[in-house]
Nanobody, 120 residues
Framework: QVQLVESGGGLVQAGGSLRLSCAASGRTYSIYGMGWFRQAPGKEREFVAAITRSGGSPNYADSVKGRFTISRDNAKNTVYLQMNSLRPEDTAIYFC?????????????WGQGTQVTVSS
């Protein structure tokens, strides 16, 4: 099993920045892809960003391209999400995910989530 623990969420004004972190533990050797999903109130959970073990060619949702950056430190088994130019519509619970393959629609492992609130 793999455990994922997110940190870094909070309240920020529109235009501000936050950096989310997610530390993996357990059978981390089995992890290939890591990433982030989010769920806003009253909406379905949606993909945000993902990155492979090598860190090459990260993938982003269109809504966050150019504003969010995903990165990964394999030595620390940690994935990060740098969020800039935040908008009120970015308000959501952000979930860290990990997968034994490329992150798809149903990743193998999920964190508990961290709340991000962007005020206008």
């Amino acid at each position: 099993q793999v455990q994922l623990v997110e940190s870094g969420g909070g309240l920020v004004q529109a235009g501000g920045s936050l950096r989310l972190s997610c530390a993996a533990s357990g059978r981390t050797y089995s992890i290939y892809g890591m990433g982030w999903f989010r769920q806003a109130p009253g909406k379905e959970r949606e993909f945000v960003a993902a990155i492979t073990r090598s860190g090459g060619s990260p993938n982003y949702a269109d809504s966050v391209k150019g504003r969010f950056t995903i990165s990964r430190d394999n030595a620390k088994n940690t994935v990060y999400l740098q969020m800039n130019s935040l908008r009120p519509e970015d308000t959501a619970i952000y979930f860290c995910v990990a997968d034994r393959s490329i992150v798809g629609r149903r990743p193998d492992y999920w964190g508990q989530g961290t709340q991000v609130t962007v005020s206008s």
